[in-house]
Nanobody, 121 residues
């Protein structure tokens, strides 16, 4: 009953920027924490950034100072502004949200479909 749809991925040169967006829709009563993860071929999915319901943020060390996570509660969206991109940032990026579904009447984690980010040197 809940769907997260990502957008904004693409190909960019090293040093460039991209802005990822993820919009949640469906039978949503409330959204708690939201976050972005990434996964490269042959590697485990890695937590990149999180943002709480009160907009407190945290980042993996490798992106601190370059990436910014934000949310718009009125639109049920989360964004990831990625600046000074490096080739090692290349991955599929996934958004996640802790959502209370009106249909399920319970909390659960929901994932987006993923969007490819490729950074060339």
């Amino acid at each position: 009953q809940v769907q997260l749809v990502e957008s904004g991925g693409g190909l960019v040169q090293a040093g460039g920027s991209l802005r990822l967006s993820c919009a949640a829709s469906g039978s949503i009563f409330s959204i708690n924490a939201m976050g972005w993860y990434r996964q490269s071929p042959g590697k485990q999915r890695e937590l990149v950034a999180t943002i709480s319901s009160g907009s407190s943020t945290d980042y993996v060390d490798s992106v601190k100072g370059r990436f910014t996570i934000s949310r718009d509660n009125a639109k049920n969206t989360v964004h990831l502004q990625m600046n000074i991109l490096k080739p090692e940032d290349t991955a599929v990026y996934y958004c996640k949200a802790q959502i209370f579904s009106r249909v399920r009447a319970s909390w659960a984690d929901y994932w987006g479909q993923g969007t490819q980010v490729t950074v060339s040197s």
